[in-house]
């Protein structure tokens, strides 16, 4: 499988497992931002930096193939074992945790206003 194939691979996944959209491999990993781990991040990182020097003959010599076969390889186990639907029930979860605090705090607040103004 070449470099090429990888990206497109590792790009899919991205897709599919977090919900990244975007062109290309360089484009989702900048936008995943967090939500991947640093080490993926760098190992993808390493992977397109390849792509733009594989096309040049002079650059392409360079490239080192291992170190990219065994970061791929790491960065699409990783990929391959994120739970889309977990992911997104954790999200969905913290957000209705953090309204539900929300909802909590203006009815203490307008609960203690009403009885500061004798109204209860």
């Known amino acids: 499988m070449d470099l090429h194939e990888r990206a497109e691979r590792l790009a899919k996944l991205m897709e599919e497992r977090l ?3 975007g062109e290309g491999l360089a484009t989702k990993t900048r936008r995943a931002g967090r939500r991947i781990p640093r080490w993926v991040r760098r190992e993808l990182d390493v992977l397109v930096e390849a792509l733009e020097r594989v096309d040049h003959p002079k650059l392409a ?4 193939y291992a170190r990219i076969e065994t970061g791929t390889r790491r960065a699409e186990g990783w990929l391959e074992n994120v739970d889309a639907w977990d992911r997104r029930k954790s999200v969905l979860i913290h957000w209705l945790a953090g309204n539900a605090m929300n909802i909590l705090i ?3 607040i307008a609960l203690a206003l009403m009885g500061w103004r004798g109204l209860i």
């Open 19 to 21: 919900d990244i959209r």
């Open 61 to 64: 010599q360079q490239v080192d």
């Open 106 to 108: 203006v009815i203490a």
